[in-house]
């Protein structure tokens, strides 16, 4: 069973640009979220989609969005970037259903620099 | 709001030595926890769970209980590995208005095993 795939694993910005990270969720898994990894604040969260819709929203600027499309798949999509948006950006997927809630699955992660 | 505390790394020990991490938490609602680990260049991996007041939770040798009273999570193992050597999350989710997959993270703890 494939696991949660994100793509790209590693890219440079420049300050201004936007980026927008992929992520594919397990085969069957209707719940998407992204998290955002910094060594200073931790673990985050961005947001979570389930069904195409935004179910969850952190507490992030407007810079940051993000979309799931019928298969699932996620988008998300930081616009303006700063300095402070480097990070290691984290997609897990889930099946979100009765006991299973936070149980998540996570990719390796999309390292976004930001010079 | 949801918050999560743990204690700081790195935590340096032995092999065979006794684990425990120590892991407390603040929520409005009635939280599951869980234990997550990140292994060097991986994603995060679910290591146990427990949703509801003195449940354990257990997985690979590791235990939690759900301390409600103290409103504590400790990580606990009897005889660390080697290949323990990680970064152990703590972390909570509230099922109050479907927001069961956006956990709040602690800040990690690492793990340093030696040989």
């Known amino acids: 069973k494939a696991g949660v795939t994100q793509t790209p694993r590693y890219l440079i910005k420049t300050r201004g640009q936007q980026v927008t990270l992929s992520c594919s969720p397990i085969s069957g898994h209707r719940s998407v979220s992204w998290y955002q990894q910094t060594p200073g604040q931790g673990l985050q969260f961005l947001f979570e989609?389930?069904?195409?819709?935004?179910?969850n929203k952190g507490n992030f600027p407007g810079r940051f969005s993000g979309r799931q499309f019928s298969n699932s798949r996620s988008e998300m999509n930081v616009s303006t970037l700063e300095l402070g948006d480097s990070a290691l950006y984290l997609c897990?997927?889930?099946?979100?259903?009765?006991?299973?809630?936070?149980?998540?699955?996570f990719g390796e992660g999309s390292r976004l620099t930001v010079l | 709001g949801n918050s999560v505390t743990q204690m700081e790394g790195p935590v340096t020990l032995s092999e065979e030595a006794f684990l425990t991490i120590n892991c407390t938490y603040t929520?409005?609602?009635?939280?599951?926890l869980f234990w997550y680990v990140q292994y060097p260049g991986e994603g995060l991996q679910l290591l146990l769970k427990?949703?509801?007041?003195?449940d354990k939770g257990s997985n690979k040798g590791f235990e939690a209980t759900y301390r409600k009273e103290t409103t504590s999570f400790h990580l606990e193992k009897g005889s660390v590995q080697v290949s323990d050597s990680a970064v152990y999350f703590c972390a909570l989710s509230d099922l109050l208005n479907n927001a069961g997959n956006m956990l709040t993270f602690g800040g990690g703890t690492r793990l340093m095993v030696k040989p």
């Open positions: 989609y389930f069904s195409e819709t935004q179910r």
């Open positions: 427990a949703t509801k007041a003195d």
């Open positions: 897990a997927s889930s099946r979100a259903t009765g006991m299973v809630y936070g149980e998540l699955f």
């Open positions: 929520a409005t609602g009635y939280p599951s």
